[in-house]
Each structure stands twice: as C-alpha cells, then as structure tokens.
C-alpha cells in the first residue's frame, strides 16, 4: 500500500459521519449571517460596522463572543456596557495580557484541542481581523484561517 493512500484513509469520514457533523445553516445574525458559516464585513474605518452589527445582535438567540480588538478604552467601555444590556460578552482585547489579540487566538486553539464543540451554537466576532492576525503573513493567515474552520465545522459561527 503507498503510503499516501494510509493518510487520505485515516482522513476519510463517511457521509454519515459528515451528516451528524451537519448544522442547519439558517441566519443567525440578521438575514445575512448563517449559522455555522464565516462572514467578513468590511467598509472603510468609522462607518459603523460595529455598531451595525451590534444592534443586530440584540435579536439573535445564540451565544455570542464579540472579541473587540477595535475600540479604544472610552468607545470600548460604552460597547462592553451596551452588550452586557443585550446578554452577550464583549471582551475589549488588550486591556491585560490575558486577552491580548494574539493570545486570545492560542487560547481559542488551546479550548478547540480539548473539547473541538465548545463553540457550538455560539457567534464568535473578531473585530477587526487585523488585530488578530496579519493578513499579509500567509503562514499567520494559514493557521488563523484553520482556526476559524475547525469553529465552523462544529457548528458554531463567525
């Protein structure tokens, strides 16, 4: 047996075991944002993608995450109370070393590796992705991209 055929074997899953691993992709933020699926919203700086998609956020019954590596101290604190008005976290990345950007990148790989549905059913928001990785580092861009893909395929959204 060529050895190549033994690692495309052991990366085999059948149609039954994608089928349980399937999410209906119905909206979840919006009617633009599916569940299980990753968005990007782009638009020059300050047009109000922030608070566009915050005040849409209010009327989705998932869980969110909203990582907001954006705002400085005075616009993030008025974000952090509004989302806490409208039961979901935001956290406001770099206000210590345990949610700096690039950490909470590792952190997130490091919770996948241990329990790969934690983020089932849960919206997760990086405001602005290029806080937390550099776009024009493929090798970065690689690795965050994969993250991102192992959160939609166990059914959560980005």
Request: charged content about 30%.
């Given at each position: 047996m060529n050895p190549l055929d033994d690692i495309f074997v052991k990366a085999f899953k059948s149609p039954e075991e994608l089928e349980k691993m399937m999410v209906d992709s119905n909206p979840v933020v919006g009617n633009f944002i599916l569940k299980g699926q990753m968005s990007f919203i782009y638009g020059p700086p300050n047009v109000g993608k922030t608070?566009?998609?915050?005040?849409?956020?209010?009327?989705?019954?998932?869980?969110?995450?909203?990582?907001?590596?954006?705002?400085?101290?005075?616009?993030?604190?008025?974000?952090?109370?509004?989302?806490?008005?409208?039961?979901?976290?935001?956290?406001?990345?770099?206000?210590?070393?345990?949610?700096?950007?690039?950490?909470?990148?590792?952190?997130?790989?490091?919770?996948?590796?241990?329990?790969?549905?934690?983020?089932?059913?849960?919206?997760?928001?990086?405001?602005?992705?290029?806080?937390?990785?550099?776009?024009?580092?493929?090798?970065?861009?690689a690795y965050f991209l994969q993250i991102m893909r192992k959160i939609t395929l166990s059914g959560g959204s980005i």
């Open positions: 608070i566009i998609m915050m005040a849409l956020l209010k009327d989705t019954t998932e869980d969110v995450i909203y990582l907001n590596a954006d705002d400085g101290i005075v616009g993030g604190t008025e974000k952090v109370k509004l989302a806490q008005s409208n039961n979901y976290m935001m956290v406001l990345c770099g206000t210590d070393d345990n949610n700096d950007p690039r950490t909470i990148v590792k952190t997130i790989e490091q919770q996948l590796s241990k329990d790969n549905e934690f983020y089932k059913d849960k919206i997760v928001i990086f405001d602005t992705v290029k806080k937390f990785v550099d776009p024009l580092d493929k090798k970065a861009s």
